[in-house]
């Protein structure tokens, strides 16, 4: 079944969709971009999703195609044009065409290239969400402006590919022994106390909308948690550990670098922070889930 997609002012089918070979997000990566979860066919957290969008492109001088609320609107059609349940709004806006390769910043006639589309996928019942994931790490080389969301996402592709290659699902990124993140989710684990811990917020790693879901639903059910950074040597030695994300929610770990975290299954606090994530997920939705 083809999909309906957004560009650039139009709904059409997606093998019509056509962009620029001289679009400075496709020459240059000069793009930034959002994933918005969708789930009984509305959109999750997505005022937050937004907010950080407008900060990407406000971090970077790109000038958003429209207003956030105009936005909200052209996602909810998509949706509805696609009749989408369950999955995601994949959304990207580059700085445009400016009609040759130049690194050099086009002027104000340029408009913004703004696309959307959607992906159709398992979030609550996803089976990684109940067998747990294998991870290995590598180091961190991405760029020091992670807290942007951009589309240059190199780097995570080879430490993704690195852990497909040494029978692992993703990679933990480590940065001068500390780990920052996932390939493409925030990283926490559990301590033998059963306290929650997560890197706190910086240019090291992105601002987690879920990462700041889970926190405040923490706080409301009276969980130990603490902001701070953790070593490897600490996430090999955790009771549990779990990666946060738009369309996993939360997904356990298993395994690190071959060492079976906790018995090598998901953990009593990680089940029960997903538990707690997907009935406010479910409930914001207004459905009864998957």
């Not at 509305?42 to 956030?68: E, F, G, I, K, T």
């Amino acid at each position: 079944m083809t999909r309906t997609v957004y560009l650039n002012g139009e709904f059409v089918a997606e093998q019509d969709a056509k962009v620029s070979v001289f679009d400075r997000g496709f020459l240059f990566a000069d793009a930034v971009y959002e994933v918005s979860a969708v789930l009984n066919g509305r959109l999750l957290d997505n005022a937050a999703h937004l907010a950080r969008l407008a900060r990407s492109c406000q971090s970077l001088d790109l000038r958003l195609p429209c207003a956030l609320g105009d936005i909200e609107i052209l996602q909810n059609r998509l949706i509805a044009e696609n009749n989408l349940h369950e999955g995601a709004v994949y959304l990207q806006i580059s700085r445009g065409n400016s009609g040759d390769r130049d690194f050099d910043f086009p002027g104000e006639n340029v408009s913004p290239t703004f696309l959307m589309f959607t992906q159709a996928r398992p979030l609550i019942d996803h089976p990684k969400s109940k067998t747990g994931i294998r991870m290995v790490s590598v180091d961190d080389i991405r760029w020091q402006r992670r807290d942007i969301k951009t589309v240059g996402l190199l780097a995570p592709c080879l430490a993704k590919e690195y852990a497909h290659k040494h029978d692992a699902d993703d990679a933990l990124l480590v940065e001068n022994g500390l780990i920052t993140e996932a390939s493409s989710s925030n990283a926490w684990i559990v301590d033998a106390d059963g306290t929650l811990i997560t890197r706190p917020l910086s240019t090291h790693i992105l601002h987690g909308i879920t990462r700041q879901a889970l926190l405040e639903l923490a706080k409301q059910n009276d969980l130990r948690f603490e902001e701070r950074p953790f070593t490897l040597e600490e996430a090999q030695n955790a009771r549990e550990i779990f990666i946060s994300s738009a369309t996993t929610f939360i997904w356990p770990v298993v395994s690190l670098n071959g060492k079976l975290i906790g018995d090598g299954k998901s953990g009593v606090m990680t089940g029960k922070l997903r538990e707690i994530y997907v009935a406010m997920a479910v409930e914001a939705t207004g459905g009864v889930g998957s």
